[in-house]
């Protein structure tokens, strides 16, 4: 009996082990497909990996939110390929249809959340900070006014106006303004040569930064893309030949907080470093941040007989454009009458 009984476990041992493989295959078969099925979402939801959280912790953490089915099973599958401690911090932009599989991948990968941020053709350097400030998404350390904001971007002592191209920008939750702005200025910088490379033979300009500075003017009265190269043209045109630029928007950039919404006479009569109607050439830095396509006017402008420029009796943002003042005086005539009437009720005719 007793050798029967040995030799039945003796069977029955190696049965019984077969058994237990196959279950356990079974359910680590399950477990791998489990990885494969979408995770428990009904929209788009975004999740944030804190800096130094264990994958363990995410894996609760997701559980707990009703997100993952088995986070033991995910930190296992993690483990065994070596993939756990690879996952990287930031916010994560799951939507329907992820698998744990590919959230542990998205994880692995880096592939954050990017925000945007835009910066605005012909805003100034004030405007951009005010906004950087305001953005929820970017970590602040500049201070409210920079001393030298350029000496971050080893261009110490250079005014920072016009320095950082308009553009929307893609970032991860947590980056710095000055690392934003890095991204900016390396743009502006690209753009600039590129324009200064290719610019048109003959401009009455000695480098990049008076091309900028050009642009910059450029950007401020043109409101209607159509005219950028012609009003660039005016303006190296009156270069060329000696003549006072007379552009509002520089008296306006310096008489900067004192400005209430119009220019007055007794303005343009005084003096100052951004007055053009008072000293000749340009003046000494940018007066916005200008876009590439007011650079790229600036490099290829229209140049023809104009010297001169008044808003159009249209209000559609279109100047009429004279070669000599008798027409400016003429066209400025027409657009004063235009005023007149709408400021007494006429209505535009």
Known sequence: MKRRARASLLVAAPLLAALLIAAASAALWRGVQDLNRPLHLSALTVYRVVPGASLAHVATDLAARGMLHDPHLWVWYARWHGLAAAVRAGEYAIRPGTTPRGLLQQMVKGEVLLHAFTIVDGWRV????????????????????????????????????????????????????????????????????????????????????????????????????????????????????????????????????????????????????????????????????????????????????????????????SHIFSATLEEQDAAVGRYLSRLRRKAAGGGEQ
């Open 126 to 317: 004030a405007d951009l900070l005010a906004a950087l400030r305001r953005d929820p998404y970017l970590r602040a350390t500049l201070p409210p006014r920079p001393v030298d904001l350029m000496a971050k971007f080893a261009a110490p002592g250079l005014s920072p106006e016009g320095q950082f191209l308009p553009e929307t920008y893609k970032f991860p939750l947590g980056t710095s303004d000055v690392a934003l702005l890095a991204m900016a200025h390396k743009a502006l910088l690209t753009e600039l040569q590129a324009a200064w490379k290719r610019r048109d033979a003959d401009l009455p300009l000695q480098d990049p930064e008076e091309l900028l500075t050009v642009a910059s003017i450029v950007e401020k009265e043109t409101a209607l893309p159509a005219e950028r190269q012609k009003i660039a043209g005016v303006y190296l045109h009156r270069l060329a030949i000696g003549m006072r630029l007379q552009a509002d928007p520089t008296i306006i950039y310096g008489l900067g907080e004192r400005y209430g919404g119009s220019l007055h006479s007794a303005d343009l009569r005084r003096d100052g470093p951004y007055n053009t109607y008072t000293r000749a050439g340009l003046p000494p830095t940018p007066i916005a941040l200008p876009g590439a396509a007011a650079i790229e006017a600036s490099a290829h402008p229209e140049i023809g007989d104009a010297l001169y420029f008044v808003a159009s009796e249209k209000g559609d943002g």
